[in-house]
């Protein structure tokens, strides 16, 4: 009897010393710090990195609104969105080779906002004149878009507005926020990205989720 007690208590000293042993160079929000590629990275609690703006605390992670998880990997499905501002971060330097405007000048540009496949676009508020193709303008939809269906496809379309008839400079395809298959959101801001001859446009959306 005296054995198996003995080996007892060496097998719950071995379990003890084992794990204070692995968290013992653990920071005060349980941070396990390891270089990776020349990055310091926080293991929370010795395992777990981590993710979608989680924080580490007490070894483990306090997830952002939105996230579940060990590692705040999961998605929770909004219940709806709203988008009020739209980046563009570069579109077509010109117009098959010419200039977007008769003057010469670049395009006069603003974007519209389709949601699903009927009812009329949104509009950004303003539009920018003589856009440099690489500069970035941020644009404001006011009031922003409210879309109760977070899986109804958003499709954008760039124009240059030239006076009495508003030229398309190109259009996006539709993607959604929410993809129900794998239970993934979109980041935000979100990212359309799209080529023509070697050229791009670039939009980033900014959304706010609700849940
Ligand atoms: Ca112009």
Known sequence: MKKIFTLFTLTLLIVCCTKKDSNSNADESGCVYKT??????????GT?????????NDGTCDCPEGFYGEACELHIKP??????????????PTNNGLPWDPDSSGADI???????????PYHTTDTVSDA???TEYEFDINPPITLRDVEASIRLQLFDADPGSPQRIDESLGTKAWFSDNNIRQPDPWTY??????????ITVGVKYYY
């Open 110 to 120: 603003y974007i519209t906002v389709h949601i699903g496949s009927f009812g009329l």
């Open 132 to 134: 440099d193709p690489n």
């Open 36 to 45: 990776i590629d020349g990055q310091r990275i926080c293991y929370c609690g």
């Open 48 to 56: 777990v990195v981590c993710q979608n703006g989680g924080e580490c």
């Open 79 to 92: 219940d709806s969105l709203t988008i009020s501002k739209l980046t563009v971060n570069r579109f077509y």
């Open 193 to 202: 990205e799209w080529y023509e001859n070697g050229e791009r446009i670039v």
